[in-house]
């Protein structure tokens, strides 16, 4: 579309719009108010056997052909945007290529334009974890059954109204026992010896992680790693929820159609918006080395 400062590229889901950029140079920039439809834009579905025009059942388009999981795109002039099942990019042709040369895959030279912080991820909703994990796999605790002891109140809210994701067979993390069992009480973490007798059960176990515990502070939401295994820091996330975006968002990189090494420069940067004091900690940082995972290999 076309806005006061130039062309724009607009995606949006069912649920709303997820970012607008600038067609040229893939800036962000806000959703303008008011915007008009580039003129002489082509609007097209691939298919099995190529383009076709948007909504036909048969048809060509002059469009390059792409990878089977870009499904949508407009071409306006030399510039064509397309979409995947979980993105959005632009194209920009050589006017001066050879004829026929669009109806097979060539070299390309490519810039990523920085990709801007989901805003779930900064307020998860179940609809945004179960769009990763199925609904099954996300489990609320209503607040009748959470233990008294846990007595931070953000966290309370959140395993009630959003929940949390009972997930394996991924970055070594389990907390599928969650599922079953619940939150119940951990007695035998370390704390000072003059410390209430209350104190020795205010974590509770999440499941595991990195082949260490990984436990909920129920005082000051806090998610920690109790160390078994070596690592050096207890922090895993400031808090319930940002443990769980930082999550969902390398979930998401980690089964993306994307390019690993294209996307990983966003999604540090994400991470380090959302808890940039558990961002640095060793266990995420380590979660980037390949070779310290059997499923990352």
Known sequence: MHGPDGDLVTARTRRGPIGT???????????PD???????????????????PAGAADGEV??????????RGVRSG???TLASTDGVFVVELNQEAPAGLLKRLVGTDTTLAPAPLPAEALAPTTDWLTDVWGATAVKRFPQETLPSALSDVDAREFLSSVGFPCVTDFLELDTTGLASAGLHPVADVAEPVDAPAEAHTRYFSLGWWQGER????????????????????????????????MVRLYYWWFTSDWSIEDTESDVRHWLKLIDAEAYATQGWQRVFEDFNFGDRA
Do not use: C, I, K
């Open 21 to 31: 950029w600038d067609l040229t140079t893939g800036a962000p920039r806000p959703e």
């Open 62 to 71: 002059d469009l390059p052909r792409m990878p089977e999981y870009v499904r």
């Open 34 to 52: 008011e915007a008009t439809e580039t003129s002489g834009t082509t609007q097209a579905d691939q298919g099995p056997h190529g383009w076709r």
């Open 78 to 80: 030399r510039h064509l």
């Open 214 to 245: 990984l436990l909920f502070d129920g005082r000051d939401g806090r998610v920690l790693l109790d160390g078994s295994s070596g690592n050096d820091d207890a922090l895993a996330g400031s808090s319930l929820s940002q443990f769980v975006a």
